[in-house]
């Protein structure tokens, strides 16, 4: 803990965290390495963790990166930290996020934007940016994040780490401030697939708190982290033709494919008719889900109130206007809008069907293929402010990790070398629900 303290205080330009808990975690470390001594302490003792600002700590401030939840403070422990906590892992801190979790570049936070350690002129991805640059930049051991379109994959991608988000249903959501409660997905970023497979491990599984997690049992994935035998493969071919990928993107990309594919796996180009409405499915549904959800920012509930008003409708519209960031406002437009009765049929009903489609075409080719496998994003690490001006362009970004979330499925981000600046590229796989433990294993082979 010491260790790492020191380095966060040596990184701070980094803006990784937003809060450090440095007596609490140097208190909680002693505690566990008297455990230690008596041989008494849980999985994860020696682990330092940090924490996306999107999962409750009791006690500790929450604020989804957003100035609306200014002096809001947990009143309860998310799932995932009290089982996290009861294997006797060190919380380190709290950290930076785009607001809500609405962003791909980690440039919407209240807190201001998070530095690439790998070029502090680049985007660390996001939106949890700075739980990957945590992890890249040696801050913390590990780092949950959550994943709603890509939020963990993309940001590791960019960050040279490990991300994984899990089955829709494997991890409990219990505690996470919801951005579109249909897709959330708590996930870890690590260094290594072994660590992930251990977080996974401690995370996952039935919680009565969560209606939606699955009751299935938890495989112990981090002793059964080797694959072998041959895997069938099928690689989005639109990923490595298409212009519209950076070209050392699609060169590592081959050549990774190429290395499977000497190992003797099944290789072959699989392509979705849906493909074309992946984003516009994905867009419309969240920001219907997150304008719901986000209604209960009301000035009078959570976190921050404007000053000086008299009248209850005013008090919403102030509290609304000033706390709420820009990005966060267009999707509450765009998702009442989608949601309003006039339009309801034509964008939410539509892209509810559309929505059945691409998970039945994604499993149809999950029964031919062990794994769907792509780069993470189409580019590496863009620079700060490049894609700001146009909100179009920053979506795209997500144009190969939503699958994974429309569908429901698992999908892995491992590091697959760098582009001609030492920017990390990200290799994903995605696989059948409920089966990390495959993915995991084959994401330790090729990693
Ligand atoms: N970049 C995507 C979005 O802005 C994904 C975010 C996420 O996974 N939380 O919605």
Request: glycine content about 8%; some cysteine.
């Amino acid at each position: 803990v010491t260790d790492y303290l020191d380095r966060i205080g040596r990184s701070e330009s980094l803006n990784a965290f937003v809060e450090v808990y440095a007596e609490d975690a140097l208190a909680r470390a002693r505690e566990v390495d008297a455990r230690v001594k008596t041989r008494s302490a849980g999985r994860l003792a020696g682990l330092v963790i940090g924490v996306k600002d999107v999962i409750s700590h009791q006690g500790y401030a929450l604020q989804a990166g957003s100035r609306i939840l200014s002096g809001y403070k947990s009143p309860y422990h998310a799932t995932v930290i009290q089982r996290v906590l009861d294997e006797d892992a060190v919380i380190i801190g709290r950290q930076n996020c785009d607001e809500f979790a609405m962003g791909s570049s980690n440039e919407n936070s209240a807190f201001g934007p998070v530095a690439n350690a790998a070029a502090t002129d680049r985007v660390p991805g996001g939106s949890s940016g700075g739980s990957a640059v945590a992890v890249q930049a040696g801050l913390c051991h590990a780092s949950l994040g959550s994943d709603t379109g890509g939020s963990v994959r993309q940001p590791a991608s960019f960050c040279g780490v490990v991300g994984l988000k899990p089955t829709y249903g494997r991890v409990s959501r219990w505690g996470l401030v919801a951005y579109a409660s249909s897709f959330d997905c708590i996930g870890p970023i690590t260094r290594s697939v072994e660590d992930a497979a251990l977080l996974l491990e401690i995370i996952a599984g039935k919680d009565d708190a969560d209606s939606t997690v699955s009751s299935a049992a938890v495989p112990a994935y981090s002793a059964s982290l080797s694959w072998s035998g041959q895997a069938r493969i099928g690689y989005l071919e639109e990923s490595v033709t298409s212009e519209a990928i950076q070209p050392e993107v699609r060169e590592q990309t081959l050549s990774m494919l190429r290395k499977l594919e000497a190992e003797g796996h099944v290789v072959e180009p699989v392509s979705f008719r849906s493909a074309k409405y992946l984003l516009p499915t994905y867009y419309i549904l969240t920001t219907a889900e997150a304008s719901s959800n986000l209604s209960r920012f009301d000035g009078v509930r959570y976190g921050y109130r404007a000053k000086g008003v008299k009248d209850l409708e005013t008090l919403y519209k102030r509290s609304r206007s000033e706390g709420f960031g820009k990005e966060v406002k267009r999707r509450i437009l765009l998702g009442t809008f989608v949601l309003s009765a006039s339009y309801y049929d034509a964008y939410y009903t539509k892209a509810q069907r559309v929505r059945r489609l691409i998970v039945d075409e994604t499993k149809e080719a999950l029964s031919r293929f062990d794994f769907i496998v792509s780069p993470v994003a189409p580019t590496t690490a863009f620079k700060r402010g490049e894609k700001t001006q146009d909100p179009l362009q920053m979506y795209l970004a997500d144009i190969f990790t939503v699958q994974a979330n429309v569908t429901g499925l698992p999908a892995i981000s491992v590091p697959n070398g760098v582009d001609r600046e030492g920017l990390p590229i990200g290799f994903q796989m995605m696989g059948r629900a409920f089966e990390e433990d495959k993915l995991l294993s084959f994401g330790n082979h090729v990693s």
